[in-house]
T-cell receptor, first 115, second 112 residues
């Protein structure tokens, strides 16, 4: 069974440029998460989807960040314009459904460097 | 508020036991978790414990939960070099959402 797939693995951009990350969750997983992981820190939730609905986006900085999950499968996370402080790893995770034992399946992450 | 605290670094010799500690704040968490992150990789669930348990053993891993003190620990027996990684403790204060609150991670260094 394929795991959570993210791309690109690495992205280097200049500040004020836009960037987008893509995530393909495990087949059949209805719940999809985007987490932000700063260097030396644990992941922090940005947004959670149940199918195509964003049910928790309270931590998403909406002035520059946006996300979508069309058709309830793949998802994209966009930053426009990027700032120096956005340099981090953006992790996508999925789970069969909310609740249960809470196990999340993570992708390898997309490492963003903003110069 | 919700907060999970861990020590940042632990160094042990191969074959010794490792004990990683964690404190959390939300007593309503139904499950508590240990995730492992190897360099350049995403997080992988190692084990979890239900809040009505005080111990769970899974091969070389032993999880101890002290609900009164809100303290969670992970013991790795016979630690191997392949266990070198960052270990994250996490709580799930809203059990029906899957929103996990992670600690900052403990880097485990295993010396040969």
């Amino acid at each position: 069974e394929a795991g959570v797939v993210q791309s690109p693995r690495y992205k280097i951009i200049e500040k004020k440029q836009p960037v987008a990350f893509w995530c393909n969750p495990i087949s059949g997983h209805n719940t999809l998460y985007w987490y932000l992981q700063n260097l030396g820190q644990g992941p922090e939730l940005l947004i959670r989807y149940e199918n195509e609905e964003a049910v928790d986006d309270s931590q998403l900085p909406k002035d520059r960040f946006s996300a979508e999950r069309l058709k309830g499968v793949d998802s994209t996370l966009k930053i426009q314009p990027a700032e120096l402080g956005d340099s981090a790893v953006y992790l996508c995770a999925s789970s069969p459904r909310a609740g249960g034992n809470g196990e999340l399946f993570f992708g390898e992450g997309s490492r963003l460097t903003v110069l | 508020g919700e907060d999970v605290e861990q020590s940042l670094f632990l160094s042990v010799r191969e074959g010794d036991s490792s004990v990683i500690n964690c404190t959390y704040t939300d007593s309503s968490s139904t499950y508590l978790y240990w995730y492992k992150q190897e360099p350049g990789a995403g997080l992988q669930l190692l084990t979890y414990i239900f809040s009505n348990m005080d111990m769970k053993q899974d091969q070389r891993l032993t999880v101890l939960l002290n609900k009164k003190d809100k303290h969670l620990s992970l013991r790795i027996a016979d630690t191997q070099t392949g266990d070198s990684a960052i270990y994250f403790c996490a709580e799930n204060p809203s059990s029906n959402t899957g929103k996990l609150i992670f600690g900052q991670g403990t880097t485990l260094q295993v010396k040969p």
